[in-house]
């Protein structure tokens, strides 16, 4: 590269004799935990062709490059393994799920014998983020795990949740 001098003689801009320059191909889209960023983001998943240039024009192909993720807010580009990370949203809804499921492994444990316990798993699942939870819905899905013994491998023991 070879620096072109402004009046001031401060470099302004490089002049690239030789060098390999990529195009990127937009293939999906989405949103992931940009580790750049610090927060959930939207990406481009971009594939690529690398060409080798002379003076700035491609010149010879160079083959292509693997899948790559690019923020849409700080244009950092990552590899796909951080689409694997949960974003706030998806940690929520783990979380709302978790309180559902540990609810109902609580009341299939042999907490349905009355109210009470019903009424308290019902306003913890409410509590994690299920609105519309009520006590006859939670008792049905206990029931429901009750009569399910055919996918318990070995002698079939009461209700149980694979967690």
Do not use: K
Not at 68 to 93: K, M, Q, W
């Amino acid at each position: 590269m070879l620096p072109v001098r402004g009046r001031d003689d401060r470099a302004t801009r490089a002049l690239c004799v030789l060098g390999t320059r990529t195009a990127w191909t937009p293939v999906g889209d989405g949103e992931f935990y940009c580790p750049g960023c610090g927060g959930d983001r939207n990406y481009q998943r971009l594939t690529g062709r690398r060409r080798l240039t002379l003076l700035g024009v491609p010149v010879l192909p160079r083959g292509t490059t693997g899948p790559v993720v690019e923020c849409a807010a700080c244009g950092h580009h990552y590899g796909t393994d951080v689409l694997d990370h949960p974003t706030t949203r998806r940690f929520s809804a783990m979380l709302r799920d978790g309180v559902h499921t540990v609810a109902l492994a609580v009341l299939a444990a042999g907490g349905t014998g009355s109210r009470a316990p019903l009424e308290t798993a019902c306003a913890a699942v409410r509590a994690g983020g299920v609105e519309d939870c009520t006590e006859d819905q939670l008792a049905a899905l206990v029931d429901a795990l009750a009569a399910d013994t055919g996918r318990v491998l070995g002698e079939p023991c009461g209700a149980s949740l694979t967690i």
